[in-house]
């Protein structure tokens, strides 16, 4: 198992940018898919970006272009920058760790998209 934590969410003007982090523990998160999952209230919650242990990534169209999912396995740590916000990107966004049959979220962290 992998205990995964979220920061770099906050409040941010349309347009802005903002990098999220995702620091694991407990494991290495190296042979792990990482992901980025996003909810906002009332909406379920839906896949941004993922990246492969060996790297190759996918985006939400609506992300692409904007958004960049890259990881540092010597940091165990996975990022997502965020470039372009626009108001419909406000949501919790979560960490996800998986190695069948790992599964792991971590808390998530706010990103508010607002003038």
């Known amino acids: 198992q992998v205990q995964l934590v979220e920061s770099g969410g906050g409040l941010v003007q349309p347009g802005g940018s903002l990098r999220l982090s995702c620091a694991a523990s407990g494991n290495t998160i190296a042979a792990y898919v990482m992901a980025w999952y996003r909810q906002a209230p009332g909406k379920e919650r839906e896949s941004v970006a993922a990246?492969?242990?060996?790297?190759?990534?996918a985006n939400l169209d609506s992300v692409k272009g904007r958004f960049t999912i890259s990881r540092d396995n010597a940091k165990n740590t996975v990022y997502l920058e965020m470039n372009s916000l626009k108001p419909e990107d406000a949501a919790i966004y979560s960490c996800?760790?998986?190695?069948?049959?790992?599964?792991?979220w971590g808390p998530g962290t706010q990103v508010t998209v607002s003038s």
């Open positions: 996800n760790a998986k190695r069948p049959p790992d599964n792991d």
């Open positions: 990246i492969s242990s060996g790297g190759r990534t």
